[in-house]
């Protein structure tokens, strides 16, 4: 690259960085129209798959389900009986005009921000891009990583343990000895907000470490209120899982897990801008 041209584009790169309000608005949303057609070409592709999805959905609602038959297990080695019932099959009704194609409707976009989930932060951090250091550049892509990582480890959570938990607890929790029968929009709705909800409180590390960089969180905050925190994760547990104690501390668990993880994150950042204030480098260990 030759000067005039390494010019140039240190010229372009400040005037970005310096473009003001109402430009920033307007790079934001060809990015933010940029991720919404990446999700509608990934509910097409999913809609091809729908049989495939249809199966994984339905799947907690029998007892032949995975984690079912995991914990039954389990139970068996350690010497107590069957832990789930292990002949439940739910059977979900539809007492509603269009029910079923507002509820495949949803499952479908929903699947799309998942599958396309890569892609909507890869645009969300070219955006951020141009005001990242040069250092946090050279860490974006294990940053996008690790972001994509922890919501799918939040989805696989509530869909391997939130959901069927709360399924066979709700179904079976008859105090007034009156049947369970959902409809199909009130299990739909369940399923994808507790989904959505729980991968997105998986990226509480993520985002810890961002506040941090900018100097809102500090080690000191978060062991300070730790012990409010924890009543937090669990107001928090309590609002994205369905009405059932068991669900509420399934969930809670994870969460206790990703804050303390939040600590020791905080405790890194906070050594290395000391470090890097010092003019030293940061050391390898603790």
């Known amino acids: ?82 832990m789930f019932n292990k002949d439940f099959n739910i059977t ?24 396309s989930l890569p892609y909507i932060v890869f645009e969300l951090f070219q955006f951020l891009k141009p005001g990242l250091t040069p250092k946090e550049k050279k860490y974006s892509n294990a940053t996008m990583l690790f972001t994509v990582m922890f919501f799918l480890l939040g989805v696989s959570f509530s869909y391997f343990m939130v959901i069927p938990l709360s399924v066979n607890f709700m179904y079976y929790f008859t105090p007034f000895n009156a049947a369970n029968e959902w409809t199909i929009m009130t299990y739909i709705n369940m399923f994808l907000q507790t989904t959505l909800a729980m991968g997105v409180v998986f990226l509480l590390p993520i985002i810890v470490y961002f506040l941090a960089r900018i100097g809102l969180v500090t080690p000191e905050f978060l062991t300070t209120y730790r012990k409010h925190a924890f009543i937090v994760i669990l107001t928090i547990a309590s609002i994205i899982t369905p009405a059932d104690l068991l669900s509420m501390f399934v969930a809670a668990i994870p969460l206790l897990l990703l804050y303390e993880l939040s600590v020791l994150i905080v405790k890194w950042v906070d050594r290395s801008n000391k470090a890097k204030e010092s003019g030293t480098s940061l050391p390898a260990k603790t």
Not at 14 to 37: G, T, V
Not at 38 to 58: D, R, T
Not at 92 to 115: C, D, H, P, R, Y
């Open 92 to 115: 979900l009704k539809n007492l509603e005009f269009g029910g079923q194609f507002t509820a495949m409707i949803g499952v479908l976009l929903v699947s799309g921000i998942i599958v």
């Open 1 to 82: 690259m030759d000067l005039q041209t390494k010019e140039y584009v240190q010229n372009k790169q400040q005037n970005r960085d310096e473009m003001p309000f109402l430009d920033h608005i307007s790079e934001l949303r060809k990015h933010l129209i940029r991720a919404i057609i990446g999700v509608a070409v990934a509910m097409g592709l999913v809609g091809i798959f729908w049989k495939v999805i249809e199966g994984f959905i339905m799947a907690p609602l029998s007892s032949d389900f995975i984690t079912f038959r995991y914990f039954n297990k389990m139970g068996s080695l350690i010497g107590f009986d069957d």
